[in-house]
């Protein structure tokens, strides 16, 4: 088996993106959701080593950032609470 053209990838899934309002103080703010498939090495990187490995390829930051794993484990869930895009 040749190893060395394995590497860590994500397939996007769906993503969609609304107006919301937070809970902690009620401000506006844009909820950006987005589905992906992981493949083998991202599955095992992220039941490993948790999420970081993922933030890190899509180049996202933990801040504001909620994933949810699917039992089914190449599937993630990424909820994004986008603060810049409040609005009033």
């Given at each position: 088996?040749?190893?060395?053209?394995?590497?860590?990838?994500?397939?996007?899934?769906?993503?969609?993106s609304?107006?919301?309002?937070?809970?902690?103080?009620?401000?506006?703010?844009?909820a950006?959701?987005?589905?992906?498939?992981?493949?083998?090495?991202?599955?095992?990187?992220?039941?490993?080593?948790?999420?970081?490995?993922?933030?890190?390829?899509?180049?996202?930051?933990?801040?504001?950032?909620?994933?949810?794993?699917?039992?089914?484990?190449?599937?993630?869930?990424?909820?994004?609470?986008?603060?810049?895009?409040?609005?009033?």
């Open positions: 088996m040749n190893t060395t053209n394995l590497k860590y990838d994500v397939t996007l899934l769906c993503r969609a609304f107006p919301a309002r937070l809970e902690e103080d009620g401000s506006l703010c844009i950006e959701v987005t589905v992906y498939r992981l493949n083998a090495i991202a599955v095992t990187s992220f039941m490993l080593d948790g999420p970081d490995g993922l933030l890190l390829h899509l180049g996202l930051s933990e801040v504001d950032t909620y994933i949810t794993r699917h039992e089914v484990d190449d599937i993630v869930t990424i909820v994004r609470i986008n603060r810049e895009g409040e609005t009033e």
